[in-house]
Structures are given as C-alpha cells and as structure tokens.
C-alpha cells in the first residue's frame, strides 16, 4: 500500500489529467487555438486518477491537484493521494523535487528520472504541459484532430493520449495510456 501510495502521489503530481474547464462555452475558431510557438504557461486544477498494472494485479489511486507552469519550470500541490499526506512536485528547469509528510525529499535531474526513483514506473512527463494546452508534443505521431481542429489523439513512444474538450479551444480532460495498460486520466480546469 505503501508503495501504491507513493506511485500515485508522484504520478498524480506527475502526470496530471481529467479536469473540468471554465472556459467560455463557444465554438473555437482557428485563432482561438494553442499556437505552437506560444510559452507553456498556465495554471490548472482537477482531479487525476491512476492504475499500474503489474505481476501482482492491478492498483489505482486518485488525488486532487493544483498545476502551476511557467516555460520549462513547475510547481504540483497534490492531496488526498491515499493518505501519504500533502504532497509537492517542483521542477526549476534543472532538477526535480518530491516532498511529502510520509516520504520526506526525493531529488532528480528531471521529472522523468523523479518518477522512475520514487516508483520505478517511466511517464511521459515532460509531455503533459503540451498536451495540456492542447498541443501536439515533440516527437509525438498519429496526430488526430476534430472538426474544430483541436488535437484529439496523439501518440508518443507506447504512450497515447486522448483528449477531450467542452466547449473552449482547451482539454478539459486527459486520458494517457501505456500499452501494457498503465493509464492516468486527468480532469482539467484551466485558470
């Protein structure tokens, strides 16, 4: 349980998705849409919900957080991860920090290596700020888009993301799976 706990804190913190939007409820028109070269900037909240698959069966595990993003650096408030208390993930563009009531400090060189010491399960982190502003992330392929022309599926390595919208140019929920069936869905509510 331990180690579901803390699975689910670093990849909720991680590898946030499913949230609900509070944008306007009109249709997006192309000008509306993320641009490629605009800054990753925003501020969410939501909900994320993980399962890991492995020899011993199946676990899964939820928390509410709070995303801040700013270009390459980030900040992840989460609570309610399985009782492993409050829970931060910071990132200042070189190193990569996990601090908890029950874990103490964890360090990395990035969010990528973070996870895979606290876990030893690999993510498709540094991704997610893409994906959460509704673009297509570096090397990824298989691109889908709806009639509006809002990024509705992509593919990264074994990883596919699916994306949903309400009615706003943003994701209001992330769905990510591995192809061994490790997925992480999140509830987007964007700032």
């Not at 409050?86 to 563009?93: K, M, N, S, V």
């Not at 888009?145 to 992330?174: C, M, S």
Request: positive net charge; proline residues 5%.
């Amino acid at each position: 349980m331990k180690k579901l706990s803390l699975i689910t804190a670093s990849a909720a913190v991680l590898l946030l998705s499913a949230c609900t939007s509070t944008q306007p409820n009109i249709a997006p028109t192309a000008s509306s849409l993320p641009s490629a070269q605009a800054p990753i900037k925003f501020g969410i909240t939501g909900k994320i919900g993980v399962i890991s698959v492995s020899s011993e069966g199946r676990q899964a595990g939820s928390a509410f957080y709070a995303w801040a993003q700013d270009e390459d650096r980030f900040s992840i408030d989460l609570t309610g991860a399985l009782g492993i208390g409050a829970t931060q993930i910071r990132y200042d563009g070189k190193s990569a920090t996990l601090s908890s009531e029950r874990t103490g400090t964890l360090t990395a060189d990035s969010p990528e290596a973070l996870l895979y010491q606290a876990t030893g399960w690999q993510a498709p982190i540094s991704r997610l700020p893409y994906w959460i502003m509704g673009r297509p992330a570096p090397a990824d392929s298989a691109l889908a888009h709806d009639a509006n022309g809002r990024l509705i599926a992509a593919t990264n390595g074994v990883w596919q993301a699916n994306f949903e919208y309400g009615k706003g140019a943003l994701p209001t929920r992330l769905r990510i799976v591995h192809q061994e069936g490790h997925s992480v869905t999140l509830t987007i509510s964007h700032s």
